[in-house]
């Protein structure tokens, strides 16, 4: 479906922000969104598939985010491995918390918290996962260097993993201001990343 950017189009996705976010996705309607922004449903339709597809529309880019920041992420420790450099500690997901995450809040609580019903749903829970499976990959990777990495098992990774994605991403769930959110991530960090830290033989 064509992303554009005629009036019309604006004004559906206003609407339909302003719905999810009132509503979630399972309690939202095409009829309350089309009263929304005074238009039809038939008149929405011509902009999206159905109701999943125009969530989709709004929440994709706040997910590509994440991906693309990830991506680099991951991809800066790696090449540091392949070139058989010193390892050091550049970033961390608290670092994309601050850079994207945060500032948009809104984006992501609509992502995180009105998605019931929709592909987005275990965000989290998949994002944990995938977390997982690259520092399993990458873990190894350091050992070969003569890094000091703790042998953990995948369930005890995944529940480190688990409660620390969670406490980044509280502060999204329940709508906190980005004063509150700032502060509770500092916490999360002084708690969280002397611990990685050493699991990861930094």
């Not at 011509?46 to 590509?64: G, I, S, T």
């Not at 994605?165 to 509770?184: D, G, R």
Request: proline fraction near 3%; hydrophobic fraction near 40%; glycine fraction near 4%.
């Amino acid at each position: 479906m064509p992303r554009d950017k005629t009036a019309n189009h604006i004004k559906i996705m206003a609407a339909a922000r302003e719905e999810f976010l009132e509503m979630g996705f399972e309690k939202a309607s095409m009829r309350s969104i089309g009263r929304r922004c005074g238009m039809t449903a038939a008149g929405i339709y011509r902009h999206c598939r159905d109701k999943e597809d125009l969530f989709d529309q709004l929440v994709a880019p706040a997910a590509q985010r994440i991906n693309d920041w990830l991506a680099g992420h991951i991809g800066r420790y790696v090449d540091a491995v392949h070139k058989e450099d010193q390892v050091t500690w550049q970033d961390s997901e608290i670092d994309m918390m601050r850079e994207i995450i945060y500032p948009n809040m809104e984006d992501y609580h609509l992502l995180l918290a009105r998605s019931q019903g929709t592909k987005y749903e275990n965000f989290l829970h998949d994002l944990t996962e995938r977390h997982q499976s690259e520092l399993l990959n990458y873990m190894p990777m350091l050992r070969e260097l003569g890094y000091q990495v703790w042998d953990i098992e995948p369930k005890e990774l995944h529940m480190l993993l688990s409660a620390y994605t969670t406490a980044m991403f509280e502060p999204v769930v329940h709508n906190y201001s980005l004063e509150e959110a700032l502060k509770c991530l500092d916490t999360v960090e002084a708690f969280f990343l002397p611990g990685w830290k050493q699991l990861m033989g930094f």
